[in-house]
Structure formats: C-alpha cells, structure tokens
C-alpha cells in the first residue's frame, strides 16, 4: 500500500479462505508449506520473511535428500523414473 492510494486494501474480503496444499506424503515438505498459511493477515512486509524461512526448510530438505534412494529424485531428475535403455 502507497501513501498515493491509502485505500487501495478497502475492497479486499477478510475472510477469503486460502486453498490448503495437499499433502505432499513428506511431514518436513507439509510443514514447511504450511508455515505459508501465516501469510494472509500479515503486513507484506513480513512476507518476504516467511517465504524466505520456507525456501530455507525447502533447500535443507533437498540437501538432506540421498541420491542414491531411488525414492528421491536428484535436482532436475525425474522422480527416480529411469528412462527406457537408461540403467
């Protein structure tokens, strides 16, 4: 919100809901996503703060991953699907 237009946020519904995610099957991934249902209500300015603590839960948990389990697929990798001819 500017000082040039102090009642651009007047037409906004306060008690619009927010799409739940869907559960990714990984607690840590479902946690870090849901810290981003804190957003609504809050100053933007705070905004940026929650987004940057979900990357960062995000990152930790791609770096935790093991290349090696077939279960997880490595950065730009394809889920663990091998393509045919590819072992």
């Known amino acids: 919100m500017t000082d040039e237009h102090p ?5 906004l519904d306060p008690e619009r809901t ?6 990714t099957g990984d607690a840590r ?5 849901a810290g981003l249902s804190r957003l609504p209500g809050r100053p933007v300015e705070e905004h940026v703060a929650l987004l ?3 990357y ?9 991953l093991d290349p090696s ?8 990798g394809s889920g663990g699907v091998v393509p045919p001819g590819q072992k």
């Not at 927010?18 to 559960?23: F, I, K, N, R, S």
């Open 7 to 11: 009642d651009e946020n007047q037409n």
């Open 18 to 23: 927010v799409a739940e995610a869907p559960a």
């Open 29 to 33: 991934v479902d946690d870090a996503v």
């Open 52 to 54: 940057e603590e979900a």
């Open 56 to 64: 960062g839960q995000l990152r930790d948990i791609l770096d935790d």
């Open 69 to 76: 389990d077939p279960g997880h697929a490595p950065a730009g």
